[in-house]
Each structure stands twice: as C-alpha cells, then as structure tokens.
C-alpha cells in the first residue's frame, strides 16, 4: 500500500471532527458580525456610492464645459490656451462642497500638511536663519 496514506481509513467521525478543527483553526481570529456593524456597513456603502455619482458628475460636468469652449474657439492657439487653463484647481472646484462654512472651520482646524493645496502657496524659508533674521531681511529690501 505504498500511496495509500497511512491515516486512512478513519473511524467514524473521525473526519469530522477533524474538519471542526480545521474550520476553528481558520476562524480563529475572525469577529461575528453583529447586526449593528452591518447598518454601519450599509450607510457606509451609501456614502461610497454618492460620492462616486458625485465624481463622475462632475467629470462629466468638466467634460461638457471644456467641450463648450472648444468649440467656441476656431484657432488652435486658442484651443491650446484653452487646454492650459485646464487645471487640476478648477477640477476640484466641482468636485468640492460649495460655500460650507461648517467644513470651511474644520479645515481650518486641520495641520496645514493635510490641506490640497499645502506646497502651492507657501513659500520655502531658509531653514538656517531664525524669524527675527527673516524679518530684519525683509525690511532690508
């Protein structure tokens, strides 16, 4: 009986109860879900969703208003112009709530880090001089 494997044959539930290890081996770790975590997981997927309509929305959006001034325009110096002015800002602009003024505080609140446009607008320090130096330099010129 050479590929014949030695543990078999099996007692009567034998397997079985081999199967019930197996199954609470590869269970261990895992949480029953609770009734509570599925309506989280529902709201959840129904943030997901309008947020997916909202971004498809406005790319559509997006599409349609550079479309428009395409057409507008007969030169190609113009449609290039047209083609620059493009950019990612005026994209997140339909993408973003409109006038909030909840969000506009909490986004005040964030670390400047976090915030979209956090390398567009500041200007580099030199990391040598101290704040009184900058200023004594800036009053200089």
Do not use: C, Y
């Amino acid at each position: 009986s050479s590929g014949i494997n030695a543990e078999w044959p099996l007692r009567p539930g034998e397997l079985i109860e081999k199967k019930k290890a197996k199954r609470d081996i590869l269970e261990m770790g895992r949480l029953d879900s609770s009734s509570t975590d599925v309506i989280n997981e529902r709201k959840l997927s129904k943030v997901a969703t309008k947020g997916i309509i909202q971004l498809f929305n406005a790319v559509k959006q997006h599409q349609k208003d550079v479309d428009s001034k395409l057409k507008k325009v007969k030169t190609e110096a113009a449609r290039d112009k047209i083609h620059q002015s493009v950019t990612t800002g005026s994209f997140l602009d339909l993408v973003r709530p409109k006038n909030n003024p909840v969000e506009k505080s909490e986004e005040d609140k964030k670390w400047n880090v976090l915030k979209d446009d956090f390398m567009m607008n500041n200007k580099v320090k030199d990391w040598k001089k101290t704040d009184e130096e900058e200023e004594e330099e800036s009053d200089g010129s």
